[in-house]
């Protein structure tokens, strides 16, 4: 009959801390230890441990051989990773098309019908955590789509091409060089995502009257100075009022403003203002394009997306208050990592 022996009291009081503390097979183990130091034989211990007398035997002896540290379970190198060539490329290659294209009502992914689609369609059983990060590593990442125009100019790179060398004519002659657009803010609340407990949804109230006012503004080029001028109504008379501000501003000196096709940049009444002031000239950009090529798009979305996202206001005068100290914060530093 196989008895062991504990060396010590250390080893033995390490062997109860194993019997509380250690995972529930280490605990077992030190059980069979103590047991058997006991005097317990090898068929009591297994039946009440409910295993066979051979497991018994094999961790008494290879107690006595290596002491405690023999009871521990060895590393294990763990399951395969998932993150193969194979997978990956499954991955993006079904990601990379709309649920549509599979026959899914769905109109786009989500981790779960992807997770579903990629053991159903391809035979690729995969968690629903690596598949996150699996699209992750393929530089996908879960945010918002936005609006494009249905046409292109068919010049626009002719088009972007003479602009640059206007602008750089302009500023080699000591113009300032001025991009330009225009914005609506509204009392309604832009919604943006944020964070929230579970549960907990955050109601914004309605107002009961949607009041607008637009913003003008530009950028100046060389040194990120912001110039605006909050309106109304978006007309050619409150464009002309905008460019008079800034010539103004620079104290008559030669402007060249970049900006999109807008109704209220080519009228009449504003060709006149132009003849009549020889010092401010316009530059267009690219057709259908205003969003993408004006720097000043991404000024309008950084506005909205800090200052008056959530943002719940009691009357529009408190809305242009929130307008107005984003502004007064704005550093011409932030506005080049803004547009760049």
Request: net charge positive; with cysteine.
């Amino acid at each position: 009959m196989l008895f062991v022996t504990i060396a010590s009291e250390s080893e033995c009081q390490a062997l109860r801390d194993l019997t509380r503390q250690a995972a529930g097979r280490v605990a077992l183990r030190a059980l069979m230890v103590l047991w058997s130091a006991a005097r317990v034989p090898i068929p009591e211990i297994a039946s009440r441990l409910h295993c066979r007398p051979k497991t018994v035997r094999k961790w008494l002896r290879r107690f006595e051989r290596e002491g405690t540290a023999g009871l521990l379970d060895l590393p294990r190198a763990g399951r395969p990773r998932a993150d193969t060539a194979v997978a990956r490329q499954a991955v993006w290659a079904q990601a990379h098309q709309p649920p549509s294209c599979f026959g899914y009502v769905a109109a786009l992914w989500t981790i779960a019908a992807l997770t579903r689609h990629l053991a159903g369609r391809c035979s690729l059983r995969l968690s629903a955590w690596k598949v996150r990060e699996l699209l992750r590593s393929l530089r996908y990442r879960f945010t918002r789509p936005k609006h494009a125009p249905r046409k292109v100019d068919p010049e626009r790179e002719q088009v972007q091409q003479a602009l640059g060398r206007r602008i750089a004519e302009a500023r080699s002659a000591g113009a300032h060089v001025l991009v330009e657009d225009e914005t609506d803010i509204r009392l309604f609340p832009v919604l943006r995502r944020m964070w929230l407990v579970i549960g907990e949804q955050l109601r914004l109230q309605a107002p009961l009257q949607n009041q607008k006012r637009t913003i003008f503004g530009a950028i100046d080029i060389e040194t990120g100075a912001v110039f605006y001028r909050v309106f109304g109504r978006k007309r050619t008379l409150e464009m002309v009022g905008h460019l008079g501000d800034l010539l103004a501003a620079y104290g008559g000196e030669p402007l060249l403003v970049v900006l999109d096709h807008a109704s209220i940049h080519k009228s009449r009444l504003l060709r006149e203002w132009l003849s009549l002031h020889p010092q401010v000239e316009l530059a267009y950009l690219p057709r259908y394009g205003g969003h993408r090529d004006n720097p000043v798009e991404k000024l309008w979305w950084h506005l909205k997306g800090t200052a008056l996202a959530n943002r719940c206001c009691s009357s529009i005068n408190e809305l242009v208050a929130a307008v107005e100290r984003y502004f007064s914060e704005l550093t011409p530093e932030k506005v080049f990592q803004l547009v760049a």
